[in-house]
């Protein structure tokens, strides 16, 4: 059952179970990965994006058998609207080094991929050992960047998506759920 309060007009495109259940297999997916990689004294550093990615990245990094860090980066290319401006601004930075380090971004959504592809072109001028892109969820009908996501959650194409951390206008990031709602 979902507690947060449900816009009017939707419709429910994943449950609590279902996000969950998926969740746990990408946090062992991406263990088995990493263990070969990191060696003993190795840190994976996981870079959450701000806001949304939030809810999922604590559920991943819980299911997760790695030793690891986190950091989080705040990037806007939205604002307050539902479409991608396509010009991306860093609100908040990183605080870790991550030259020569293991580095696994952890975003909400991928859709347009301008984002996610403005921020992998930032991160690799800071020559990290490696980057690895894990997304709850991807929107591959809206793409309009080539993105090599490693993990992804869902595909999802239904809509507008709100709930898991997914907000429209800064709203609804609380449900359990993944919903598609009318404009």
């Given at each position: 059952m979902d507690y947060g309060h449900?816009?009017?007009?939707?419709?429910l495109i994943l449950s609590e179970n279902e996000i969950s259940q998926r969740v746990r297999a990408l946090g062992s997916l991406i263990s088995f990965d990493y263990?070969?990689?990191?060696?003993?004294?190795?840190l994976l550093l996981v870079i959450g994006v701000l806001n949304?990615?939030?809810v999922f990245m604590a559920d991943l990094i819980r299911e997760m058998s790695v030793a690891l860090e986190v950091d989080f980066v705040r990037l806007s290319s939205y604002s307050d609207s539902k479409t991608s401006s396509s010009q991306v601004v860093m609100l908040k930075g990183l605080e870790r080094e991550?030259?020569?380090?293991?580095?696994?971004?952890?975003?909400?959504?991928a859709d347009c991929g301008l984002t996610l592809a403005w921020f992998v072109d930032h991160l690799k001028s800071r020559q990290p050992a490696s980057?690895?892109?894990?997304v709850?969820?991807?929107?591959?009908?809206?793409?309009?960047?080539?993105?090599n996501l490693d993990y992804v959650g869902?595909?999802?194409d239904e809509g507008f998506l709100v709930g898991y951390g997914l907000d429209a206008a800064r709203r609804y990031r609380e449900l359990k759920?993944?919903?598609?709602?009318?404009d």
């Open positions: 449900l816009p009017d007009k939707a419709t263990h070969s990689v990191l060696k003993k004294d190795d949304g990615a939030f991550i030259k020569d380090r293991h580095v696994l971004v952890v975003e909400d959504i980057i690895k892109l894990a709850a969820f991807d929107k591959k009908s809206r793409r309009q960047i080539d993105l869902f595909e999802l759920g993944i919903y598609s709602i009318e």
